[in-house]
């Protein structure tokens, strides 16, 4: 403590030398600065006259007073005037000029001395409507550029109303529902607007009308209606926009169609050969093949004459280019097909090798439905073209030609568990190989039911046409014919651990 002390009173002269050497800032008269915001006085449509007080000083002079005004709500269009302060009644006013008619202003007064800038408290008025303005007329014309998610809506402006400050924008809403309706921007010119509804439902009615806004408040037009498009076109040829919205502008891959489609669309896919493999597999789209590009309705197309395929071409498998690598569509727990339909399409040379199952589509699980396809040249270790699990499928008119699995089972198809209810209507299987397994064209884990179904030159080493590993047969409906099926050991058909030892098309 005695050696602290000395270094103190060391320390306090030291301070007070410097107090008496430097005098520092003059130190200014205690007080404070306030400043009132006054009413707005001699209102136009394009003026307003602010004025301000300051009511108590610090001592201070005052340097600077003024005003910030701008749009009520609207921040970002924040400006200011300066204004000329009178000492002797410590007011100040200033008048700002070229405001929109008819508009609402907030407003505040400040004022600044040489320690603080205060400001007052924000007011607001409204501008007057100008001389000869009234509300704004508009039209509502139409639609264009309609698509399965999308639209353009049109409108015209009839009047402006003789204002500057004229807007026009659509409101759309889904028809049936309440209070979600959606205002659209829309780019006037030439008296002509236009507006894009984007995000739009496949197949859904809308509602939507035009709007006038100046001054005078909103005015709306006529209300219209339409219906997006349940379909997204898809042509290998199309030189167009690439959106699916038409023909014309069609995408070329299908494989982008998807990945763009919304649920719920149909995609009408013209003649020609698409190499694409790995398709992603979605909810609720369906896809019809056969179309030769110019047709409105889905009835018009013919899938025999106007073919469309998937896979590769003979001269790729051939020169082996994706050899043992070329799955197309695979649905599984995250990704799968609900209830998906595809037809009029033809699947070739897939190859589903390297996956073990399903040249063509592997559905684990998923229940789509085939209609008017055919699956030929296709391979696999099993399931040579469709590999079901966890599914309940319905093939109808389907041809499956010359598939094959060079190890396994199902030349043509394998189904696995709990695929009740297959049915298979007015199906041809020919020429499909299992030669080291059973059923060259099917083999199935659970009875199916087949209807005027034609199987005939099959082949396997054991149950050429048919293996049901699991008993049960078939339920045959109609005239199902098996016939000209080759095997080294076994008949067309062959039940096992089921207690028969075969099952006939008449069902004995």
């Given at each position: 403590?005695?050696?602290?002390?000395p270094?103190?009173?060391?320390?306090l002269c030291?301070f007070?030398?410097?107090?008496?050497e430097?005098?520092?800032?003059e130190?200014?008269?205690?007080?404070?600065?306030e400043?009132?915001t006054?009413?707005?006085?001699?209102v136009?449509?394009s003026q307003i006259?602010?004025?301000?007080?300051v009511?108590?000083?610090?001592g201070?002079?005052?340097k600077k007073?003024g005003f910030a005004?701008?749009?009520?709500?609207?921040?970002?269009?924040r400006?200011?005037?300066s204004?000329?302060?009178?000492?002797?009644?410590k007011?100040?006013?200033?008048?700002?000029?070229?405001l929109?008619s008819y508009?609402?202003?907030?407003f505040?007064?400040?004022?600044?001395?040489?320690?603080t800038?205060?400001?007052?408290?924000?007011?607001?008025?409204?501008?007057?409507v100008a001389?000869?303005?009234t509300?704004?007329s508009?039209e509502?014309?139409g639609?264009e550029?309609?698509s399965?998610?999308?639209?353009?809506?049109?409108?015209?402006?009839l009047?402006d109303g003789?204002s500057?400050?004229?807007q026009v924008l659509?409101?759309?809403?889904?028809?049936?529902t309440?209070?979600?309706?959606?205002?659209i921007?829309?780019e006037?010119?030439?008296?002509m607007?236009?507006?894009d509804?984007?995000?739009?439902r496949p197949?859904a009615?809308?509602?939507?009308?035009t709007?006038g806004l100046n001054?005078l408040?909103?005015?709306p037009g006529?209300t219209?209606?339409?219906?997006?498009n349940?379909?997204?076109?898809?042509?290998?040829?199309?030189?167009?926009?690439?959106?699916?919205?038409?023909?014309a502008?069609a995408?070329?891959?299908?494989?982008?169609?998807?990945?763009?489609?919304?649920?719920?669309?149909?995609l009408?896919?013209a003649?020609?050969i698409?190499?694409?493999k790995?398709?992603?597999?979605?909810?609720?789209y369906?896809?019809?093949g056969?179309f030769?590009?110019?047709?409105?309705?889905?009835?018009?197309?013919?899938?025999?004459?106007n073919?469309?395929t998937?896979?590769?071409?003979?001269?790729?498998?051939?020169?082996?280019?994706?050899h043992?690598?070329?799955?197309i569509l695979?649905s599984?727990?995250?990704?799968?097909?609900?209830?998906?339909?595809?037809d009029?399409?033809?699947?070739q040379?897939?190859?589903?090798?390297?996956?073990?199952?399903g040249?063509?589509?592997?559905?684990?699980?998923?229940?789509p439905?085939f209609k008017?396809c055919i699956?030929?040249?296709?391979?696999?270790?099993?399931g040579g073209?469709l590999?079901?699990?966890?599914?309940?499928?319905?093939i109808?008119n389907?041809?499956?030609i010359?598939?094959t699995?060079?190890?396994?089972?199902?030349?043509?198809?394998?189904?696995?568990?709990n695929v009740?209810?297959?049915?298979?209507?007015?199906?041809?299987?020919?020429?499909?190989?299992?030669?080291n397994?059973?059923?060259?064209?099917?083999?199935?884990?659970?009875?199916?039911?087949?209807?005027?179904?034609?199987?005939?030159e099959?082949?396997?080493?054991?149950?050429?046409a048919?293996?049901?590993n699991g008993?049960g047969?078939?339920?045959f409906?109609?005239?199902?014919i098996i016939?000209g099926n080759?095997?080294k050991?076994?008949?067309?058909v062959?039940?096992d651990g089921g207690?028969?030892k075969?099952?006939s098309?008449?069902?004995?």
């Open positions: 403590m005695k050696k602290i002390f270094i103190l009173v060391a320390c030291v007070a030398w410097a107090c008496e430097n005098d520092g800032p130190i200014v008269e205690e007080g404070f600065l400043v009132l006054l009413n707005a006085e001699n136009t449509e006259k602010l004025s301000g007080q009511l108590s000083l610090s201070s002079e005052i007073v005004y701008w749009v009520q709500g609207k921040l970002s269009t400006k200011v005037a204004a000329e302060y009178d000492a002797a009644t007011t100040f006013s200033a008048t700002v000029q070229g929109n508009t609402s202003y907030s505040n007064a400040f004022a600044e001395d040489e320690i800038v205060e400001r007052g408290d924000v007011l607001s008025t409204k501008t007057k001389p000869g303005v509300k704004a508009v509502t014309i639609i550029g309609l399965f998610n999308k639209a353009t809506l049109k409108g015209k402006l009047t003789n500057t400050q004229t659509f409101y759309i809403w889904e028809r049936g309440i209070n979600e309706e959606k205002s921007k829309a006037l010119q030439d008296g607007f236009t507006g509804a984007l995000a739009l197949g009615q809308y509602a939507y009308t709007v001054e408040g909103a005015n006529d219209l209606f339409f219906k997006t349940q379909m997204v076109f898809v042509d290998i040829d199309a030189t167009g926009a690439g959106d699916g919205s038409s023909w502008n995408f070329t891959s299908i494989k982008t169609a998807i990945s763009k489609a919304s649920s719920g669309v149909e009408w896919i003649e020609g698409y190499v694409e790995e398709i992603p597999a979605k909810k609720g369906d896809l019809y056969g030769n590009g110019t047709e409105t309705e889905r009835g018009q197309r013919d899938w025999e004459t073919v469309t998937i896979g590769r071409t003979k001269e790729m498998y051939d020169a082996k280019e994706h043992e690598n070329f799955p695979t599984q727990y995250k990704h799968r097909l609900e209830k998906s339909i595809f009029g399409i033809t699947f040379y897939g190859d589903g090798v390297s996956r073990n199952a040249g063509v589509i592997v559905c684990n699980p998923g229940s439905s008017n699956f030929k040249n296709n391979t696999a270790k099993t073209a590999y079901l699990m966890n599914s309940k499928s319905y109808y389907c041809k499956f010359e598939n699995v060079p190890q396994h089972q199902g030349g043509a198809m394998r189904t696995y568990i009740d209810g297959l049915i298979l209507d007015e199906c041809v299987f020919e020429r499909n190989t299992a030669p397994s059973e059923g060259g064209a099917l083999h199935v884990t659970q009875p199916l039911t087949m209807r005027n179904c034609i199987l005939k099959n082949e396997a080493r054991t149950a050429p048919i293996h049901v008993g047969c078939p339920l409906i109609g005239t199902n016939e080759i095997s050991n076994n008949p067309g062959q039940i207690g028969s075969g099952c098309p008449d069902g004995q």
